[in-house]
């Protein structure tokens, strides 16, 4: 984030923090994106997703007055973010979906093999991540696919720095196995 961007988010923190919902409104602008992409990435499935976005900008409101202006506006959501969808989720008692419809990669310029090869590929990765242990995962997503820093990430889920770089190394250990093996089955199932 820019100088100007943080002063602006800053600013619009302050405002919000006084009760201006249009301050806010854009607060939700700037960092729903972000919100429903960790969300996504920990859990995937679209709904949650969505709805877990939805309950993290309630929470952000009714909790705004507790954010401390020091600390990263972007972070304070995602923690919130990572708890809503993991609450939900257990007290909806839903299983994790088979389905991975929404992780299909279209590349126009490819033929279909090679999508279809992508598409594979992806909903490799996509259940390999998802079968991720949830503190893994969490810290995989927040520095893979949102480009956190490690204090970043140790703010965010409120750990050490040390334990976020044995997460990370531990899931990218779990989820080079679990590829390894994936790919080499599926190899294996082509020249039977």
Known sequence: MTSTAAINETELVFRAKNGEQNAFSELVCIHAQGVRNVIYRMYGNTQIAEDAAQETFIQAWLYLPSFR??????????????????????????ILPNSLEDMQLHDPQPGPEAVTSQEEQATLVKKAVLSLPDACRAVLVLR??????????????????????????????????????????????RYV
């Open 69 to 94: 202006p020091q600390t990263s506006l972007r972070n304070w959501l995602y923690r919130i973010a990572i708890n809503a969808a993991t609450d939900m989720l257990r007290k909806e008692k839903r």
């Open 144 to 189: 893979e696919y949102e480009g956190l820093s490690y204090q970043e990430i140790a703010d965010t889920l409120n750990i050490p720095v040390g334990t976020v770089m044995s997460r990370l190394n531990y899931a990218r250990k779990l989820l080079k196995e679990k590829l390894e093996r994936k790919l080499f089955i599926q190899s294996e199932a």
